[in-house]
């Protein structure tokens, strides 16, 4: 048994020198832990990481539109290139894509990037964009927004406002998130990073908010009132009286109407005319007078002091 122990630690050379030479997690600053050095990356998976293949196939298929079809035919060679560790069919008669792992397969998350491309290929989604899913620090995000407005006019509306003119409001917000967008019917596909991925999602709650809460079925609305512990004669009785109540609401707006038309208008008030004041009171003898004297004289006469006036004269050039 001895012997067995010392050659296990025999076959692990340089072990104790090593694990003497890692710095310990005390001697170290916290903020020197905390900190991540700039334009550090995590290192890529490679054949290294996993010399073992895997022992299950695993397979994931999707379905894409009709319209579809001419776009995938041509560039299907590529997808195919692009998976050459994978395997990789299309179906153009059942119209669906399908990617299934392989014995060379030695990344096992690579499926789920495979599933992610076929989806986003289904989606309207050119194959240059498609492809960024390889990328370590990439994610897509398939959302789909037509359940969450339920009048079809007010959901293209605001499907339209998400979009923008000339697709601007789109642009703005692939700046933004450092994503590409792409809205598509029913749903809304992004690819890039993560935390783009999530500004992108928030943009989408504020567009396109959830629908609201469920009405209240019968049962509740009885549960609440009390009516649903009620007997069938107590609910009877309550229906009729619901009944009864309505019938003479009714008949009162009936008589009302009808009364309407015998209630006399209004009449405006008589206005009376104001006294004239002392200080603007007006002499209707001198007017009189004036219109006498008016009348008497003949156009183009001399007033009296006139004629005395001009008698005078005569009686001088007389003498």
Not at 17 to 37: A, G, R
Not at 67 to 85: F, G, H, I, M
Not at 162 to 176: D, F, M, N, Q, V
Not at 224 to 249: C, G, M, N, P, V
Request: some cysteine; charged content about 35%.
């Amino acid at each position: 048994m001895a012997s067995s122990t010392f050659n296990r630690s025999a076959t692990v050379p340089g072990k104790s020198e090593f694990c003497n030479q890692m710095p310990k997690p005390e001697d170290q600053d916290e903020s020197e832990l905390l900190t991540v050095p700039d334009g550090w990356k995590e290192p890529g998976f490679s054949t290294e990481g996993n010399p073992r293949r895997p022992l299950e196939e695993r397979s994931f298929a999707t379905l894409f539109p009709e319209s579809r079809n001419a776009y995938l035919k041509e560039y299907w060679p590529l997808v195919q290139k692009t998976l050459n560790e994978y395997h990789a069919t299309l179906d153009l008669t059942e119209v669906s894509m399908t990617v299934c792992t392989t014995k060379r397969t030695f990344n096992p998350y690579i499926i789920i990037r495979t599933r992610d491309l076929i989806k986003l290929l289904a989606r309207s989604i050119s194959f240059e964009q498609a492809a960024w899913i390889f990328q370590d620090d990439v994610a897509c995000d398939i959302i789909k927004i037509g359940s969450l407005v339920k009048n079809k006019e007010r959901f293209v509306k605001r499907r339209q406002c998400l979009i923008g003119p000339k697709r601007s409001t789109l642009k703005a917000l692939e700046r933004l998130t450092n994503c590409y967008i792409m809205v598509q019917g029913n749903t809304v596909s992004a690819i890039g990073p993560f935390s783009g991925l999530k500004e992108k999602k928030t943009v989408k709650k504020e567009y396109i908010p959830f629908p609201p809460p469920q009405p209240e079925s019968q049962i509740d609305k009885e549960l609440a009132s009390d009516e649903y512990f009620l007997k069938a004669s107590q609910k009877k009785r309550q229906k009729i009286e619901a009944i009864k109540a309505k019938q003479t609401e009714a008949l009162s707006k009936r008589q009302e109407a009808r009364n309407k038309a015998f209630i006399p208008r209004k009449e405006k008030p008589i206005l009376t005319p104001k006294e004239a004041s002392t200080e603007t009171k007006i002499d209707v003898a001198a007017i009189k007078e004036n219109l006498k004297k008016a009348k008497n004289k003949k156009l183009g006469a001399l007033t009296a002091e006139e004629t005395k006036l001009k008698m005078e004269v005569d009686e001088k050039k007389k003498k």
